[in-house]
């Protein structure tokens, strides 16, 4: 083991600069090249790198020092025997950079001028890791367009005149190099001579007031990076003052940079800040503005932010033999309808029974009497005609939710879910309120065919305000159907059965008809709910009830 000190290597035309950022302490292990601290004039900040890989014995430097080429960072143990003193990689070389470039922008035509990457040094194929304008934004003359990294630094790129960007030719993930386009800048009026100093100014962060500074990019191998320091440049004043290992941690978990409140000197944002936002947020301490914009609305929202966990990933074929078929069309549309559903509608179900032995009756007669027309009225048809009264009676049962506010509809079309070979559908009998059961069961004939033919039209599936699932021809007591939003109720009902019923004196063989209402809690409370079961259960006991 020998131990070997760290200096500050050339710096270029900085004379002496601050030490705002430790990087490492004493026992830490680091590789050739991992930044040490971090140092910053007022025109720049640089990562000092490791010039070999050992064990940080003594660091050497404190927060606020000042230090120049030649100052010890730290003490570092590296295995062999001579020990030496180490400046980080020459700064000569490091430094070199700030050539003027002058085909860093060429004008396209007298308003439009070409962006382009200027001199970034010996970097090649750098990638795009941000992109900080779009088109039809206003951009002053240096500000930041885009931030290009390489595995040792990243830069910013940044506009050669005010403009509105009026395209971008690259977009995150891309490789580009010197010369390549970057995008076209309307209404510019930029000298095709400027020189890189001025084009790469933000990236060292020259103040805007002072005159374009000897632009420092590191170029050797050795050199972290210079990025945008803090800069008074209003062009420049939005962009996070942080590190490019910092930068690097934030994209690494995702954090936003620009809503990290830095704590560092000048407000430079820290790795520990990075770590402070992350922890309040996990914590729910914090949001960020995504998860506010993607919050789920009252009546809407992505439901695409709900951090769940990964759904579980098995190979079947491990435990037995498996056969994998493509999902239809529209299982395809009506599940990922059925998921947003689910998750986004605070829904409750209230269970109840109705007596329909006298309605069942009255059906099988009316059915007898009109074997001849060929239309069989059924139960659903009636169900369609008691629910349009418990509508009219409960208005928010056939309504929507729309932003924070609720639309009544004055029109009656309900909607029935149909079994058929490709998966649910929702044909709609539109203003049932005015139609007789006999139209309705009719009706509801030919769109179930249609239905189970796939020839359903799009408009004979639309405007429902409110659905009854039936399963009563299937079997079945109870279940939850899914809300069909935009829709706040739904209706299941399964089969009849005879039940005994005690009606004060005696047990009574009554048929009984289960009946699930699902309802949006946004918009219905359940004492709403109880009394539209109940109301509607009295209908279909004794529907004269619907002339009161
Ligand atoms: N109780 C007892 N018997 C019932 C009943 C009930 N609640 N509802 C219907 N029946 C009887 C009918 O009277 C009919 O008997 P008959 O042949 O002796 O007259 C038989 O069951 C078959 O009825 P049906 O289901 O064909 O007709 P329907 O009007 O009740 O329903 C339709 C039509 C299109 C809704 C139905 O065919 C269908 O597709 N149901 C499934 C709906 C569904 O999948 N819902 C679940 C959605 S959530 O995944």
Redesign the pocket.
């Known amino acids: 083991m020998a131990t070997i000190e760290i200096q500050v290597p050339d710096i270029g035309d900085f004379d002496e600069v601050t030490v705002i950022e430790l990087m490492v302490k004493a026992g830490d292990t680091v590789r050739a090249e991992q930044s040490l601290i971090t140092v910053e004039s007022d025109k720049a900040s640089m990562e000092i790198p490791s010039s070999s890989a050992g064990v940080v014995k003594e660091v050497k430097v404190a927060l606020g020092d000042k230090v120049k080429q030649g100052s010890l960072v730290l003490l570092l143990e590296v295995a062999g025997s001579a020990s030496a003193a180490v400046a980080s990689p020459p700064v000569a070389a490091a430094v070199a950079a700030t050539v003027a470039v002058a085909a860093a922008f060429a004008p396209a035509s007298p308003s439009v001028v070409e962006m382009r990457i200027p001199d970034i040094g010996d970097f090649k194929d750098v990638t795009v890791i941000e992109l900080l304008v779009k088109p039809g934004d206003a951009v002053a003359a240096e500000q930041s367009l885009i931030t290009v990294e390489s595995d040792k630094a990243s830069m910013e790129i940044p506009a050669p005149a005010a403009g509105v960007v009026q395209s971008l030719a690259v977009k995150l993930g891309d490789k580009v190099n010197i010369g390549d386009l970057v995008g076209l800048l309307l209404g510019a009026a930029a000298s095709s001579a400027a020189p890189v100093a001025a084009a790469l100014a933000p990236v060292i962060a020259a103040p805007a007031a002072a005159a374009p500074a000897p632009v420092a990019v590191p170029q050797s191998a050795s050199v972290c990076a210079t990025v945008p320091a803090h800069t008074p440049g209003a062009s420049v004043l939005a962009m996070p003052h942080a590190s490019p290992s910092v930068r690097k941690f934030a994209r690494e978990l995702g954090v936003p940079l620009e809503e990290v409140k830095g704590q560092g000197a000048k407000g430079r944002i820290t790795q520990e800040d990075v770590q402070d936002f992350t922890k309040a947020v996990m914590a729910g301490a914090a949001q960020t503005k995504a998860q506010v914009t993607n919050a789920p609305k009252a009546a809407g929202g992505s439901g695409s932010e709900l951090g769940l966990i990964p759904w579980p990933k098995v190979d079947f074929a491990k435990f037995g033999p498996i056969e994998r078929k493509e999902m239809s069309r529209i299982k395809k549309i009506s599940g990922a309808n059925l998921l947003r559903n689910a998750i986004m509608i605070p829904a409750v179900t209230n269970h109840d029974d109705a007596d329909i032995t006298d309605l069942e009756a009255f059906r099988v007669s009316t059915n007898k009497e009109n074997e001849k027309s060929g239309v ?1 009225v ?4 009636f169900l369609i005609k008691a629910c349009v009264a418990a509508l009219k009676k409960y208005p928010e049962f056939n309504s929507s939710l729309d932003g924070d506010a609720v639309v009544y509809k004055n029109y009656w079309h309900i909607g ?5 070979p490709n998966g ?1 559908m929702v044909p709609v009998i539109k203003d049932a309120d005015q139609k007789g059961v006999l139209q309705i069961s009719q009706e ?1 004939g030919e769109l ?1 065919k249609k ?1 189970r033919d796939g020839k359903l039209s799009p408009a004979e599936m639309s405007g429902a305000s409110f659905t009854i ?6 079997g079945g007591r109870y ?1 939850t ?2 809300i069909n939003a935009p829709e706040v109720a739904i209706l ?5 059965t005879i039940e005994p019923i005690w009606d004060g004196k005696a047990f009574l063989p009554r048929l009984m ?1 289960p009946l699930s209402l699902t309802w949006d809690h946004r918009v219905i409370d359940g004492a709403a709910a109880a009394r539209f079961n109940v109301y509607l259960g009295q209908i279909l006991g004794d529907f004269r009830r619907v002339l009161l």
Do not use: E, N, Y
Request: glycine share 10%; with cysteine.
């Open positions: 069989k059924t139960m659903l048809a029935f879910a149909a079994d058929t649910l509801m179930a239905a699932s039936s399963l009563g021809g299937i279940f159907p899914i299941g009902v399964c089969r009849s008809l």
